[in-house]
Structures are given as C-alpha cells and as structure tokens.
C-alpha cells in the first residue's frame, strides 16, 4: 500500500524547534517530488516546501524562508521538515504530500497525502 | 503570487443536486490545476488533476473543465459522502497556491 506517515510534531515554545519526519512505503521514493503542506486550525491550505527526487531543487514559502530547512534521505525513504524559530502562526497540522507528474506536458498534482501530525507553538 | 479565488465560500445542498464550484486564477495558469476533497479531521484527497482529468477510483460523477482563468469543479449528483470541503490548487509556477475552499453542506 503506497504510504506516507508523519511524525514528530508536538508543543513547542516560540523561538523553539521542531523536526518532522515523513515515512514513504509502497512506491519508490527516489523517483519523487515531495512537499510540506500546512494547515491551521479551521483555515485552508498552505504549501510550504517542495524538494526534487534527488534533493537538489529545493523551494519555500515566503512566509517559512531562512527559518524552516527541507530534506530527505532517499536511502530511508524519508522526508524532513526542520523548524526553527517557531512563531504562534506556525501553529498547524502538517501534511507531507507525494507530488505525480502526468503525460507529456508534465501536469503535477499532489496525489498522496499523509495523514498529518500536529504542531502548536504557544507558551 | 498567483491568486486562486473560488466561489461559492460555502454551499447548501441536498442529496441529489448538481453542485458546481468555480476556481478563478489571477493570471493564466493553462491547465496546470488540481482539485482536492477534505473532510473534517482527514487529510486532502486528489479527485481532478490537470483541469479535467478523473484521478483514478475517483466516481465519475465528479468532473472538472477550463483552462485559462477560470475552471469549475461540478459534482453530477451529489451523494451524502461528498459532502465535505473543495480545494483548487494551480501548479503553473511556484509557489503552487490553494483556493480559500468551499464547504459543501447538506441543506
């Protein structure tokens, strides 16, 4: 069964830190572009990050930039999501998600989707 | 940034209806969109990807069109299971922005 398990999220203190975790099984891993998605509580979507198959294009929301790090570890089938200097905003369940890449004109779509691990920044 | 604006915010509808959902981006964005499910507590579901392409065992009553600007997601007869919130996404460039959402609930 093709899978993505997040972990790693919690309660955390502004300025503090926090490393999640994404677990892949059932499809090669290595082949994908991954991304971060959030959301906060009763609001919408918000993508976050995006990283290439082999780790070497690398994106981030403006509102994330220079705070949170993006990785993965092919040979672990797993993606990252280091955050640092957290901020009340940052509060929201994050999702990490598989990204297809379909037909000629290479139309993507977020196909698979975590199911999510909390974070909460507050004091 | 491109802008994704859907309406309605929310919907009333019975079971039965035919429901229909608009996605306006604030540039061209040719058909590099996507449609997503939410329920409560869940995470998003992939129901349309590059405008009007069917994801696979999603039910053929769901059905996407338009390229450009403007694109609609219409639900052919609504069944109680659909019940829940829609999301576009464009993915034409970075950062791959999301529609606020449309809540779909019973009437």
């Known amino acids: 069964e093709v899978q993505l398990v997040e972990s790693g999220g919690g309660l955390v203190q502004p300025g503090g830190s926090l490393r999640l975790s994404c677990a892949a099984s059932?499809?090669?891993?290595?082949?994908?572009?991954m991304n971060w998605v959030r959301q906060a509580p009763g609001k919408g979507l918000e993508w976050v990050s995006y990283?290439?198959?082999?780790?070497?294009?690398?994106y981030y929301a403006d509102s994330v930039k220079g705070r949170f790090t993006i990785s993965r570890d092919n040979a672990k089938n797993s993606l990252y999501l280091q955050m640092n200097s957290l901020r009340a905003e940052d509060t929201a369940v994050y999702y990490c998600?598989?990204?297809?890449?379909?037909?000629?004109?290479?139309?993507?779509?977020?196909?698979?989707w975590g199911q999510g691990t909390m974070v909460t920044v507050s004091s | 940034d491109i802008q994704l604006t859907q309406s309605p915010s929310f919907l009333s509808a019975s079971v039965g209806d035919r429901v229909t959902i608009t996605c306006r981006a604030s540039q061209g964005i040719s058909s590099y969109l996507a449609w997503y499910q939410q329920k409560p507590g869940k995470a998003p579901k992939l129901l349309i990807y590059?405008?009007?392409t069917l994801q696979s065992g999603v039910p053929s009553r769901f059905s996407g069109s338009g390229s450009g600007t403007e694109f609609t997601l219409t639900i052919s007869s609504l069944q109680p299971e659909d019940f829940a919130t829609y999301y576009c996404q464009q993915l034409n460039s970075y950062p791959p922005t999301f529609g606020q959402g449309t809540k779909v609930e019973i009437k």
């Open positions: 059932g499809f090669t891993f290595s082949s994908y572009e």
């Open positions: 998600a598989r990204e297809a890449i379909y037909g000629e004109d290479k139309e993507r779509a977020f196909d698979i």
């Open positions: 990283i290439s198959s082999s780790g070497s294009t690398i």
């Open positions: 590059a405008a009007s």
